[in-house]
């Protein structure tokens, strides 16, 4: 099932002032607000459950990575391992 949600844009300065509503329109109303600075994207309020699903996707990603990575460590193929950094977490 594929739900399509509203999105909009509007500079950081303009956001400010409306923050609760803008926040409100993310949690009920599944809305995204691009923030913008000097014309261009810098950040997003979407939904919590829409930013879970992306952290849980880069996990899986992540986690694949690292199975392929260990399976040709096992199999002497590779004998380096590469370090990327994909997101921070906070909760630590």
């Known amino acids: 099932m594929y739900i399509m949600y ?3 844009e509007m500079s950081v300065t303009d956001a400010r ?15 995204t607000t691009y923030l913008t600075k000097h014309g261009r994207r810098t950040a ?3 939904p919590a459950h829409s930013a879970q699903l ?17 399976d040709a460590l096992a199999a002497g193929t590779e004998t ?5 950094r994909r997101t921070v977490n906070r909760d630590n």
């Open 6 to 8: 509203m999105s909009r």
């Open 17 to 31: 002032p409306e923050l609760a509503e803008i926040t409100n329109r993310a949690a009920y109303g599944g809305e």
């Open 44 to 46: 997003a309020v979407v």
């Open 54 to 70: 992306l952290e849980d996707l880069e996990e899986l990603v992540d986690g694949e990575q690292v199975r392929e990575v260990l």
């Open 80 to 84: 380096r391992v590469p370090f990327r």
